[in-house]
């Protein structure tokens, strides 16, 4: 059962990140640090928590999270603030394949920050406006760099912000679905990791994919949860 | 200088001085127009560079009359038009649209005669070219992905609350070079702002910068074999610190064309007088169909 969560952008610190959330959670549980039997760090900062610890991949810890929740899950889609992930599972929960994008924005949480910085619009409303397009913009390119032109361009001509960002979605499901391809998709398929907040994503992969996903409650969680039933395990 | 017309249709004379050629580059970020009299490696008479944007690719009409006025011409006073780059198709006045990579390759063998490899950093591609007898043997392109290209110079250059035009210089004062780690302009920015933030020097990280693309570039054109003379050409070569970083990646000088945002725009003249020779040498007409400078209306 879980007694407590905390999330925090890393910023430029990862310790002090960490450092911050460990305290903020365990105020929550009303614990101490000493009373934590195990501790299982994942993520790209793992190394960096303050005190000793497991590292395991995201992907184990993904498919650990997901299988819990929806044990009937054989492929997860993580889509990350810098990357995205798609995992293949077996029956247990454990990886059998995967495929993460490259040092690439496109496909990724960041992509949608980008777009949402240059049209002024807050992460947590492109999601419900880009579903109410009924003409999503084409975008031509992939990377997010050239998307943001390509935007600016759209609003000059006129466009909606709803058809635009409908536009968006598309092209990060489309990256999206690039690396689905690769592990093949089976199903059931869930979505987790930030992008799995915005309905608009939800809505353009599963169109993409022609398959409806499963998504977790709390999406930005699933994978230091899955770290925690780890640790549950190490004991 | 008026034209000898025929029933309606261009027919060139054989005299050099008397024929004038355009050619018209329209790149993704900047079009070029260059006009040129007609010898063998002509003079260039005028040459303009402009943002071509959403609006310009319509009215290149206006580029090609602002060139014209310059040098006292009018349309039809041109034997040939040659139109090239992203932005090719329209340009319904052009006699002919030629690839960019053919006109890059004859406008820098006319400059560098021995030139074998050719390095075009453009404001949203990068290409490399191989040359062989004059002509193009082998290319490699990309323009897919920001890294590479002006735009990350660009990109950069907005991070650090600097032009594009200082970042060169500037880089060239690093006592120490930054890795930048990403090849993705996205992430690279963020380096170059926690760079800053770290208190890291501003000449160090655009070193840094300015590697990155070298690598990126030179891990591309490796992949149709770079042999010397390697010539650096588009927006990119005006960036001294750009030059520094893929002289130091070859390990020997490079050749840069004295206006390169040009060669693609005088490579698509040089390639016009070509075929306007042939065809006056086989007594056939030039072009053949009535010009009038028009906004392209197919265009979207």
Redesign the interface.
């Known amino acids: 059962m879980v007694l407590a969560s905390c999330l925090a952008p890393s910023g430029?610190n990862y310790r002090l990140a960490a450092e911050q959330v460990i305290r903020q959670a365990l105020q929550e549980a009303a614990l101490d640090l000493e009373d934590l039997d195990n501790t299982v760090a994942t993520g790209f900062g793992a190394a960096n928590l303050p005190f000793r610890s497991r590292q395991v991949t995201e992907i184990s810890c993904q498919g650990k999270a997901i299988n819990h929740l929806f044990p009937s899950a054989r492929t997860v889609i993580d889509v990350g603030g810098?990357q995205t992930r798609v995992i293949s599972l077996d029956g247990d929960g454990r990886a059998v394949g995967f495929a993460v994008s490259e040092?690439?924005?496109a496909g990724s949480g960041?992509?949608m920050q980008?777009i949402a910085r240059v049209m002024q619009i807050s992460l947590n409303e492109i999601g419900p406006l880009s579903v109410k397009s009924a003409n999503p913009v084409s975008f031509s390119?992939?990377?997010?760099?050239?998307a943001e032109s390509e935007v600016i361009?759209r609003i000059?001509?006129g466009w909606s912000k709803e058809d635009i960002l409908a536009g968006v979605h598309n092209a990060v499901a489309a990256k999206i679905y690039n690396l689905v391809l690769r592990v093949r998709l089976q199903p059931e398929c869930a979505i987790t990791g930030g992008g799995a907040k915005d309905v608009g994503l939800i809505k353009a992969v599963e169109e993409k994919t022609a398959t409806s996903l499963l998504v977790p409650e709390a999406p930005q969680l699933t994978c230091a949860y899955g770290a925690a039933l780890m640790a549950m395990e190490l004991v | 200088m008026p034209l000898i017309t025929n029933d309606g249709q261009r027919i060139a004379a054989l005299r050099g001085d008397s024929m004038y050629f355009a050619g018209i580059d329209i790149g993704s970020a900047t079009t070029k127009v260059v006009i040129m009299n007609g010898s063998t490696d002509g003079k260039i008479l005028t040459s303009i560079l402009g943002p071509t944007g959403p609006e310009h690719r319509r009215l290149v009409n206006r580029v090609m009359e602002e060139a014209l006025g310059h040098v006292d011409l009018s349309l039809d006073d041109l034997t040939y038009i040659v139109a090239t780059g992203y932005g090719r198709i329209s340009v319904p006045f052009a006699d002919k649209q030629i690839t960019e990579i053919s006109c890059h390759a004859r406008g820098i063998v006319s400059l560098f005669p021995t030139a074998k490899t050719v390095i075009d950093i453009g404001g949203q591609d990068c290409k490399g070219i191989k040359i062989a007898g004059g002509r193009v043997q082998n290319f490699v392109m990309n323009d897919k992905c920001a890294a590479g290209t002006g735009r990350f110079l660009e990109v950069t250059a907005e991070a650090l609350g600097l032009t594009v035009e200082q970042i060169g210089p500037i880089s060239l004062r690093a006592r120490s070079s930054v890795k930048i780690s990403s090849v993705c302009t996205v992430f690279a920015e963020q380096e170059i702002v926690s760079r800053l933030a770290e208190g890291v020097p501003v000449e160090d990280i655009l070193a840094g910068v300015h590697d990155s693309i070298a690598a990126r570039v030179y891990g591309m054109i490796e992949r149709i074999v770079v042999e010397k003379d390697v010539v650096l050409t588009g927006g990119g070569a005006k960036n001294v610190g750009l030059r520094r970083a893929i002289e130091d990646k070859l390990g020997y000088p490079l050749l840069i064309p004295p206006e390169p945002s040009l060669t693609g725009a005088i490579g698509a003249a040089l390639l016009g007088a070509e075929l306007a020779r042939k065809a006056a040498e086989r007594g056939q007409p030039v072009g053949g169909k009535s010009r009038h400078l028009a906004e392209a209306t197919f265009f979207t």
């Open positions: 430029g810098q040092k690439c924005a960041r992509f980008v390119t992939g990377c997010a760099v050239f361009s000059a001509e």
